[in-house]
């Protein structure tokens, strides 16, 4: 597929120009190769999984945490080592942070409550000009205990839980990477239960003040969702090959 053309069809499919972000998204480093047909997935960028994408002969990485952040930096050290590596390779970046957080179908946030069964969804937390987090009810009504099993089976990993809120799960909040601040506002939507990713000290009382479960599955491990959904499906719309390459940091 040309790259212009798939560029362009994510651009408008994740609203890129749209969400204003803590740097640019989209396409972060552009190569001399304009043809992708096979795409890379991760979190994260580094050497170790660009040389990986290159092993498994991608023409794109797609990531959630790409190389361009608020600050502009000069392209040395450990950014010019990662861009070098892509331009050497003809590995062409695409990284979708708050884009991929807060998409309706293929974002973190809306994946999760998915993947729980939560319903009658409601949007909030905006740390820019866009709701990113979701909110809503848990027909199913799980104990927390099963919900956490849940939570740690889908995403290989082990939920950190805060038991201050009811024994049964009955309205969910989903925060996927850093939500410990959130606390106060998930309860203010009437949730019982918060999912977030990382946990702080300097938040760790706020469970119990307001009488909430926390649990706090990871930055990394809520975050793999999203990239995963989204390579599913351009399979699915235009036949190329995706793979999602594991690189877990346990944080």
Known sequence: MDRAELV???????????????GPQGLQVE????????????????????????????????????VLWRQVERIAGPLGERVRQMMAHGLNLYAAHLPLDAHPEVGNNAVLAKMIGVTDVEWWCSPTNIPI????????????????????????????????GPAKVQRLAVLSGFGADKVAEAQALGAD???????????????????????????????????????????????????????????
């Open 31 to 66: 190569t001399a190769n304009t043809e992708v047909q096979r795409i890379a997935l991760a979190v994260d960028v580094s050497p170790r999984i660009i040389e990986t994408a290159v092993s498994y002969q991608a023409d794109m990485l797609l990531v959630h945490h790409g």
């Open 133 to 164: 987090a979701v909110v809503g009810n848990v027909p199913t009504q799980p104990s927390l205990n099963e919900l956490v099993e849940q939570v740690n089976s889908r995403l290989n990993t082990n939920a950190y839980v805060l038991a201050h």
């Open 193 to 251: 239960t918060f999912l977030t990713g990382e946990t702080s000290h300097a938040n760790y009382w706020a469970a119990a003040d307001f009488g909430i479960n926390v649990i706090f599955a990871g930055h990394y491990a809520t975050e793999t969702v999203g990239v995963q959904a989204l390579g599913a499906h351009l399979t699915e719309k235009f036949g190329i090959e995706t793979r999602f390459f594991d690189f877990p940091t346990k944080m």
């Open 8 to 22: 362009t069809y994510l651009d408008d499919y994740l609203h890129i120009g749209e969400i204003a972000d803590y």
